[in-house]
């Protein structure tokens, strides 16, 4: 049975890990790498580096930091953050990422989801759909959330997939940062509205918000960054909680 | 040891050289015929579409070399697909080593097959050490049909062949180099072949 995914997202700035804290055996949790060696080894399945670095300096420190992540991780990974080009796709994949997430460049000119699509694969383009419920309808935001668009979450979604997307990162602007769990309905509107998988984003605080997502969504996998970096649940611990609530995850040993 | 990877047009050939890497072994990417064919070991990895990986290939002659390669070779996810008979993928004729066929799968699920899934039904030495039901890291839209040859199987959608084995050719549909420890195990098998 294909497992449900846990992905911690680590934010990056100038090459350091933005949030998070020492933990044990972990002399610097700055440094990214070793932030990802962390997640790897307690279970975690993939990996997701947002990089909200804004200076002009960004792509080379990027490339550098997914050269050195390539060499030491073992699990997949995915880098976003201001990918604009098929060049700065190249310039990732190239250095070791294994898919590359777009967001406001792909509102901007939708046929870049295919150009990256042909030129490298479906596999490796993650759509990232910043979503905001506006009293009416889900609406899309670009800019890190600053804009809103035209664009209704559902239609944008659709069309991502029709020009090749391979997974839709989607998170929920009302539910980033409140820790009270992912935005279930939209979530599980998008992922029965597309045949690609969907990976749900914000609101995790708590084990529970795991489990009442893959119980009442088709959500492939749940991302989360503050609750893993604060060690306030540890991935192994929420993987053994899951399983014991017969919620499909990959647990090693 | 020399352990050659196959260049070609199809990408995440620097996933499976940092894989060989941190096992502490050394490699060399190449698509010159003397370095592969003198090679100890061959690795044949691959993501992207079967028609034009297949066209590169015998643009290159690179076809002819790999069915005539004589020490254990490794095909990875495309490349255990291109070592089959047909792929339906851009109606393609593949490399005939495996008889089997690679088929689309049908959209009754989400489709890439994309994450963690498990292997049973482990007979190789490439499994040793692995054991039954140990989840590795698929991503594939289209599938090896079960046959004979196939040393592990999964199941997504359909039951599909996860791992072949003919004489000195092997090969898998899941991506050992991510698939962390268990991967790393399995790719350790095969150098240690």
Known sequence: MLKKRIIPCLDIKDGRTVKGINFVGIRDAGDPIELAKKYAEDGADELVFLDITATVEKRKTLVDLVEKVAAEINIPFTVGGGINSLEDVEAVIKAGADKVSINSAAVKRPELIREIAEQFGSQCVVLAIDTKFNGLEWKVFVKGGREETALETIDWAKQGESLGAGEILLTSMNNDGTKNGFALDITNEVAKSINIPVIASGGAGAKEDFKNLFQNTEAGAGLAASIFHYGEIPVPELKNYLLNENIPVRYEN | ?193
């Open chain 2, 1 to 193: 040891m020399v352990l050659a990877i196959i260049k070609y047009n199809a990408g995440n050939i620097k996933s499976v050289e940092n894989a060989v890497k941190r096992l502490g072994f050394d490699c060399v990417v190449s698509d010159d015929f003397d370095v592969i064919r003198s090679a100890d070991k061959v690795i044949f990895p691959g993501v992207g579409e079967a028609s034009s990986a297949m066209k590169y290939l015998c643009r290159k002659g690179l076809d002819k070399l790999i069915i005539s390669l004589k020490q254990p070779v490794l095909g990875i996810c495309l490349g255990q697909q291109l070592m089959c008979k047909f792929s339906q993928e851009g109606d393609t004729e593949c490399l005939g080593i495996f008889d089997c066929e690679v088929k689309e799968f049908p959209a009754e699920d989400k489709v890439p097959h994309m994450g963690w899934n498990e292997i049973t039904g482990l007979e190789s030495e490439l499994f040793q050490n692995v054991k039954e039901n140990s989840d590795v890291y698929f991503v594939h839209s289209y599938y090896c049909e079960p046959t004979k040859e196939q040393v592990a199987s999964c199941n997504y959608i359909k039951p599909f062949a996860a791992a072949m084995n003919k004489d000195n050719f092997y090969a898998c549909q899941f991506h050992p180099e991510k698939s962390a420890g268990i991967g790393e195990q399995i790719l350790k098998n095969f150098l240690e072949l």
